[in-house]
């Protein structure tokens, strides 16, 4: 039997060939990372399943069965896709060389989620080699396509494998961030895509003579700035979940907890910690963001048409009549000859609702538990994430579902929040190592309770 050092080194291998299989999406091409994984566990003599959703992208089942006497388990789903580098000169090192140095392994996907695919795999690995017996059943899942929305990858299993989709509770991004002095992120949801296009009618007529002109191009301008400026309700209830979590001063949890004062916290923290206060804004409300203005057809014509595209992210139970009514009262009088529709589809494009799981589901002691080597007596604080993951797609089918992983105490959290998606991604040894010892411990631990 390997040492628990090369279990380690075997993890970190498949990590940097994950990374230097280059799968961007788009167009995705990530059978060559499911191919490699389907070697690794068949090298191990660990049996697997390869299924096909569109050319050259594929997903990956695998499964230790159970007594049919516990709660299941699901490692992922965890995808192998990655999205673009971006300006390469802002690289340190090649992005898809899956190069390590300063004990960390760098390139695009190191972070998002490719550490979590490599140790996810290897703790599976590990118990099956093992001949783990657990109670209820384990699964792995590594899918495609979570960064254009997940429709080949998670979305196209639950509609072709919804028996094996199934299952009580499931682990993937993003969590086990170190955030506080023993206190550790658990995801326990996601906001909502909602995305809009929001359209105004000019009339055309000669730029050579614009004075009180009907001008599609300044009611969307106009149309940007109302909307970004908008304060959407407020609802503190995930905040207050954070903060009693945090272990906070009872003042400081009724300046987070409180309507009237939280503006107040969030100006302050902006100074002080501007990553935090995007956090704090993101948790407290639905967000609208004007990202895409477009219009006119020659510099010499008065607009005639010009849109919006505008990013907004829901809490649960936001709904799409909410978003369209509060658009329309973030524009004033030009909310009513706006015209608010859904974009055209686009890479990258979806839609989803905001899910959340229970903060204080059976499982969750068993995490504290699996952590406790590197954080004796570490405690989690439950969020739920701005962006969209593909643990919402399980939730929406009952699944208590967790961003779940173990980070290097050292990892600063200014600096995680600008890493994924950006330049020098990047992810330490000690968290890949962090990870994969939480992954089997609790595993083990909790399918044999």
């Not at 060939?17 to 499911?34: A, M, R, W």
């Amino acid at each position: 039997m390997k040492t628990e050092t090369e279990h380690v080194e075997d993890t970190i291998q498949l990590l940097v060939k994950l990374v230097q299989n280059k799968c961007i999406n788009p167009p995705g091409n990530e059978l060559k990372s499911i191919q490699v994984i389907e070697k690794y566990l068949k090298d191990r003599n660990v049996p697997c399943q390869v299924l096909k959703s569109a050319p050259n992208r594929s997903n990956l089942i695998s499964e230790i069965k159970g007594q049919n006497s516990g709660s299941s388990l699901m490692f992922g789903p965890s995808h192998v896709d990655v999205v673009p580098i971006g300006n390469k000169s802002a690289w340190e090192v090649d992005p898809f060389g899956g190069i390590i140095k300063d004990e960390h392994i760098w390139g695009r996907g190191t972070l998002d989620m490719l550490f979590i695919v490599a140790t996810q795999v290897q703790a599976f690995a590990c118990l099956f080699q093992e001949g783990f017996k657990p109670k209820g059943d384990l699964k792995l899942c590594i899918v495609a396509d979570e960064e254009a929305g997940g429709i080949f990858g998670t979305e196209w299993l639950m509609k072709h494998q919804p028996d094996f989709m199934s299952v009580d509770y499931a682990l993937s991004e993003a969590g086990g961030i170190p955030i506080a002095p023993g206190r550790l992120l658990l995801g326990i949801g996601e906001k909502g895509a909602a995305w809009k296009r929001v359209s105004f009618k000019g009339t055309p007529t000669h730029g050579s003579m614009p004075y009180k002109s009907d001008n599609a191009v300044i009611k969307a301008a106009i149309a940007a700035e109302r909307l970004n400026n908008y304060t959407p309700p407020i609802n503190l209830d995930y905040i207050k979940l954070m903060a009693n979590s945090l272990g906070l001063s009872k003042i400081t949890q009724l300046m987070l907890s409180h309507r009237i004062f939280l503006p107040i916290v969030l100006k302050m923290a902006h100074k002080r910690n501007p990553v935090m206060a995007r956090l704090l804004h993101a948790l407290s409300r639905m967000t609208i963001s004007p990202n895409i203005i477009h219009g006119g057809t020659k510099t010499n014509v008065v607009a005639g048409e010009a849109y919006l595209d505008v990013d907004i992210r829901i809490l649960p139970n936001q709904d799409d009549e909410f978003v369209v009514k509060h658009l329309r009262k973030a524009m004033g009088e030009m909310g009513k000859e706006a015209i608010i529709e859904r974009p055209p589809d686009q890479p990258g494009f979806f839609t989803s609702e905001g899910t959340a799981s229970d903060p204080n589901s059976e499982i969750v002691p068993f995490m504290c538990k699996a952590v406790s080597e590197v954080y004796p007596n570490a405690q989690f604080v439950p969020l739920i994430v701005a962006g969209a993951t593909d643990l919402r797609y399980l939730r929406e089918r009952g699944t208590q579902a967790y961003g779940f992983s173990l980070f290097d105490p050292e990892t600063p959290l200014n600096t995680m929040a600008t890493l994924p998606h950006g330049p020098n991604e990047r992810i330490s040894l000690k968290t890949v190592e962090y990870s994969l010892m939480a992954y089997y411990n609790l595993a083990k631990e909790f399918l044999n309770q």
